[in-house]
Nanobody, 112 residues
């Protein structure tokens, strides 16, 4: 059974940082693209960042130069380093594997 479990969310003030983690079990991520998505209240889920199996990355314009996605295939994990957080980044963040597996999400709230 494939599971993706996110962690690292929380409440932070604008300008602060968070690092989200996603660990996969029941499946090896090495050969798959992995992504982070987010869904804010009343909005549709949107792509935040994606990393290919080869390590190339793409980001939503709204997070470029602030967020960094990375992966550790040996640990079967994916990370999202989020810097200079803004209130608009408030959302539930979801890990996605191979465009078909989803985690349960981790809440990020950016508020003063």
């Amino acid at each position: 059974q494939v599971q993706l479990v996110e962690s690292g969310g929380g409440l932070v003030q604008p300008g602060e940082s968070l690092r989200l983690s996603c660990v996969a079990s029941g499946w090896i991520i090495r050969f798959s693209a992995m992504g982070w998505y987010r869904q804010a209240p009343g909005k549709e889920r949107e792509l935040v960042a994606i990393i290919s199996s080869a390590g190339s990355t793409n980001y939503a314009d709204s997070v470029k130069d602030r967020f960094t996605i990375s992966r550790d295939n040996a640990k079967n994990m994916v990370y999202l380093q989020m810097n200079s957080l803004e209130p608009e980044d408030t959302a539930v963040y979801y890990c996605n594997g191979a465009s078909k597996f989803w985690g349960q999400g981790t809440q990020v709230i950016v508020s003063s």
